[in-house]
């Protein structure tokens, strides 16, 4: 089955470090998400990515989506403690019979000290 | 606007006790899924409901049940509750399913079984 590979799986930066997490898919991907979960709550959509090569901006976030749609990533330049929470990357196949079913990777879990 | 309520928050069983999360949506999304998640173990998906009166299992069905009420609520049933339930479920929508729609997470039921 599909899989959906994050790392690294946690991350100490100080604040005003740049930070990035990596999200491979062991196939190709129709589009990728990414959510954010802070400490205690539950994941929020951040954004979504379709095509190749595609990259978008959300202020001080960075969301590429590799040539081969098998990866992507987040990059946050300049951390703030408001960045602290887990990152998650989340890709639908794209011949998967059961439906296109959302797989999610396993998290990065960013710390921020101040 | 609520989103994805679902309840309760907290709960602790006992083994071999049974249990109901609801959860209920007022997006009028057609798919609804449950999660749970687990510490290194992202979310794993449960059981979903891609439309009003389907369910289909998801990665980790084993020892749940649902039952798709109507359009807007999903419950998860826990017949004989084990530690190894001992989780944070997560209630979540979409508009349709199969498509790069965006997921909405309810806050989440910390369940201990003890």
């Known amino acids: 089955g599909q899989q959906v590979m994050q790392i690294p799986q946690y991350q100490h930066v100080q604040e005003g470090e740049d930070f990035t997490t990596y999200c491979n898919s062991s196939?190709?991907?129709?589009?990728i998400q990414w959510y954010k979960q802070r400490p205690g709550g539950h994941p929020v959509f951040l954004i979504q990515?379709?095509?190749?090569?595609e990259v978008k901006k959300q202020k001080r976030l960075t969301f590429q989506f590799g040539e081969a749609k098998k990866n992507s990533s987040l990059h946050i330049t300049a951390t703030q403690t408001t960045d602290v929470g887990t990152y998650f990357c989340?890709?639908?196949?794209?011949?998967?019979?059961?439906?296109?079913?959302?797989?999610f990777g396993e998290g990065t879990q960013l710390t921020v000290n101040p | 606007n609520a989103g994805v309520t679902q309840t309760p928050k907290f709960q602790v069983l006992k083994t071999g006790q049974s249990m109901t999360l609801q959860c209920a949506q007022d997006m009028n999304h057609n798919s609804m899924y449950w999660y749970r998640q687990d510490p290194g173990m992202g979310l794993r998906l449960i059981y979903y409901s891609a439309s009003e009166g389907t369910t289909d299992k998801g990665e980790v069905p084993n020892g749940y049940n649902v039952s798709r009420l109507n359009k807007r609520e999903f419950s998860l049933r826990l017949e004989s509750a084990a530690p190894s339930q001992t989780s944070v479920y997560f209630c979540?929508?979409?508009?349709?399913?199969?498509?790069?729609?965006?997921?909405?997470f309810g806050e989440g039921s910390w369940l201990t079984v003890v």
């Open positions: 989340a890709g639908k196949g794209w011949r998967e019979t059961s439906g296109s079913r959302l797989t």
């Open positions: 196939t190709t991907l129709s589009n």
């Open positions: 990515l379709v095509k190749s090569g």
């Open positions: 979540a929508s979409s508009e349709l399913y199969g498509s790069g729609n965006t997921i909405y």
